[in-house]
Nanobody, 124 residues
Framework: QVQLVESGGGLVQPGDSLRLSCAAS????????VGWFRQAPGKERDFVAG????????YYADSVTGRFTISRDNAKNTVYLQMNSLRPEDTAVYYC?????????????????WGQGAQVTISS
């Protein structure tokens, strides 16, 4: 397994941008599928974006399509989530997750490695 650490969260105003990083330690991170999820208070953990190893296929939730971009740098063992045009409803704790085998990228239960989360707050 790999260990994941998120960074880059913070408090920003609507319309601003943030970039989250998910740094992995452990072997062969480049062969892990990676997903970003978020959880607002009192709500379920929702899929945000995902990227497969190998094919490099990318997936986004409808709510973030066109605003968020997921990417990975295997040389740095890091996956990024660039978030633009942020809205108050994007406020949540953001988690990165990884697994070597994932059928449904959008399902949290498919992932067995999780980071500790990064708080993102959008407020004027």
């Amino acid at each position: 397994q790999v260990q994941l650490v998120e960074s880059g969260g913070g408090l920003v105003q609507p319309g601003d941008s943030l970039r989250l990083s998910c740094a992995a330690s452990g072997r062969a991170f480049s062969r892990y599928h990676v997903g970003w999820f978020r959880q607002a208070p009192g709500k379920e953990r929702d899929f945000v974006a995902g990227i497969r190893w190998g094919s490099g296929s990318i997936y986004y939730a409808d709510s973030v399509t066109g605003r968020f971009t997921i990417s990975r740098d295997n040389a740095k063992n890091t996956v990024y989530l660039q978030m633009n045009s942020l809205r108050p409803e994007d406020t949540a704790v953001y988690y990165c997750a990884a697994a070597t085998e994932v059928e449904a990228m959008t399902s949290p239960s498919e992932y067995d490695c999780w980071g500790q989360g990064a708080q993102v707050t959008i407020s004027s």
